[in-house]
């Protein structure tokens, strides 16, 4: 994957975090994304977004407290 950066999506320019190449065969298949922070991560709310080609597909909201 990748570091930190932009792209163009159905819903305008998105920034992202890091990014992970998925190799899809139409087959039923789990898929694991690990973010390793260096740093503690702060209190507070947080977003996963997935997007494939360019569509948001997913999103997932969480909390740490």
């Known amino acids: ?6 792209f163009e999506s ?4 998105q ?3 890091s990014d992970k190449d998925i190799k899809f065969d ?3 298949e789990e898929v694991n994304f690990f973010f390793v ?4 991560y702060k209190k ?3 977003q ?3 997007f494939a080609d360019s569509k948001k597909v997913g999103e997932k909201r969480f909390t740490i407290q």
Do not use: M
């Not at 159905?10 to 320019?13: A, E, I, M, R």
């Not at 922070?37 to 503690?40: F, I």
């Open 48 to 50: 996963a977004v997935i």
């Open 1 to 6: 994957g990748h570091s930190g950066g932009s």
């Open 37 to 40: 922070q260096s740093a503690d």
């Open 15 to 17: 920034l992202y975090t």
């Open 26 to 28: 139409n087959e039923l």
């Open 10 to 13: 159905d819903q305008g320019t």
């Open 44 to 46: 507070g709310e947080y």
